[in-house]
């Protein structure tokens, strides 16, 4: 005679099993969506950090190509002209930053002598028509120097006629 509320081994042993497999495949499918998350949000970072960060392909490459811009030519064929070349990385960036930077409108046709080791901005700049400013903020090379008065006075007293020599002898 068999007890009505008892369970035997195989009974067990067989809800287990479906048990764990269950939990086995829930275990392996949250795992394969938590990598998928992981590397979109890190493909995302990537494509900001191109975006908002100014790189080139190569920082020693000086290999020059001419780059040939025709004037009904719109910025996602210029970056896939680019692309092609080599000159940049990635084209979706280089449409994302003359999008970002209002550009579109203001790339000028022409021929273009462009190197890999120029920036996405420096080439933007150069198919805008748009002279880089340097460190200093100047926008080219030459020191200008103010002096109004064509004063002398290097001993710092405030004397504009006297020499540094002279100074001493108040």
């Known amino acids: 005679m068999r007890n009505k509320g008892r369970i035997d ?11 764990v497999i269950y939990y086995g495949i829930e275990i392996i499918f949250d795992v394969v969506v938590i990598l998928i998350m992981i590397k979109g949000f890190s493909m995302s970072y990537n494509f900001a950090y191109e975006v908002f960060a100014d790189s080139c ?33 990635n084209k979706y960036v280089f449409r994302a930053k003359v999008k970002i930077g209002e550009y579109s409108g203001k790339i000028k046709s022409g021929d273009y ?11 933007i700049n150069t198919l805008c028509g748009i002279e880089e400013e340097s460190e200093d903020g100047s926008k080219d090379s030459e020191i200008k120097v103010d002096n109004p008065t064509n004063a002398t006075d ?6 504009e006629g006297a020499t540094a020599g002279d100074a001493s002898t108040e």
């Open 113 to 123: 002598a462009l190197k890999k080791s120029m920036t996405y901005n420096e080439i």
């Open 9 to 19: 081994g195989y009974d067990l042993a067989e809800k287990g099993l479906s048990a």
């Open 154 to 159: 290097v001993s710092g007293t405030g004397d």
């Open 57 to 89: 392909v190569s920082n020693t490459s000086e290999v020059t190509k001419i780059i040939t811009v025709k004037p009904d030519t719109d910025a996602s064929e210029i970056a896939d002209m680019l692309y092609d070349e080599g000159l940049i990385g």
